[in-house]
């Protein structure tokens, strides 16, 4: 079974705070993607990378940093909390470009004081 | 403009009917796929059926059938035989090959909720 997870389920941080969300997949994927879920807004797309070191801007990118040293890892980055930015984030991956199905973490929801 | 739409908030079924929750997408691509996945109340998202632009047969998996109906632009997802268990969110989802081969847009989601 292919299997994301993420580094914590819930996260409290104060506005200003420099704030990291890893992900990490077993199943040698090649593309990972960060999304932020919202009432009534679904998942929007923050980042997405295809390969080692490679990135890709997604929907909504303002305020967040991505960063992938290994093929396993896909590190959400928030350089200086706002609350705006409270919200829950999914991390995926997927085997390959192209590839129709995307597996999912269990999500981390980051309350921002 | 929203890519895709899902009228439908909040759904009730009771247990063993069909159900069909509703999706229309907007695109001028002429080849791209829609998906449909679901998220329970534990949070993690689970595909349920892919549909591709130029497949001639409408998708089915299981339960899960997706009504495809290009020219209305629609992607209804059909579940049949409702069980307890189907109780969830569940977003509609596309993507566009040429414009944005490996971006996935979603709805807004509709909330199920399977009555006994």
């Known amino acids: 079974d292919v299997k994301v997870t993420q580094s914590s389920r819930y996260l409290v941080k104060r506005t200003g705070e420099k704030v990291f969300l890893e992900c990490v997949q077993d199943?040698?994927?090649?593309?990972m993607f960060w999304y932020r879920q919202d009432p009534g807004l679904g998942l929007r797309l923050i980042y997405f990378?295809?390969?080692?070191?490679?990135?890709e801007k997604g929907d909504i990118p303002e305020g967040y940093s991505v960063s992938r040293e290994k093929k396993e890892r896909f590190s959400l980055i928030l350089e200086s909390a706002s609350t705006n930015q409270t919200s829950m984030y999914l991390c995926?991956?997927?085997?390959?470009?192209?590839?129709?199905?995307?597996?999912f973490g269990p999500g981390t929801r980051l309350t921002v004081l | 403009a929203q890519k895709i739409t899902q009228t439908q908030p909040g759904m009730f079924v009771q247990e063993k009917e069909a159900v069909t929750l509703d999706c229309t997408y907007d695109?001028?691509?002429?080849?791209?796929?829609l998906f449909w996945y679901k998220q329970p109340s534990s949070g993690e998202m689970i595909f349920l059926i892919y549909?591709?632009?130029?497949?001639?047969q409408n998708a089915t998996e299981g339960r899960y059938s997706l009504n495809f109906q290009k020219a209305r632009k629609s992607a209804n997802l059909v579940i049949s035989a409702s069980q307890l268990g189907d109780s969830a969110m569940y977003f509609c989802?596309?993507?566009?090959?040429?414009?944005?081969?490996?971006?996935?847009?979603f709805g807004p989601g509709t909330s199920l909720s399977v009555i006994p």
């Open positions: 989802a596309m993507r566009e090959m040429e414009t944005s081969y490996d971006k996935v847009i």
């Open positions: 695109t001028s691509d002429p080849s791209y796929g």
């Open positions: 995926a991956s997927s085997l390959e470009r192209g590839y129709n199905e995307q597996f």
């Open positions: 990378s295809y390969d080692v070191k490679m990135k």
């Open positions: 199943m040698d994927h090649e593309n």
């Open positions: 549909q591709g632009s130029y497949d001639q």
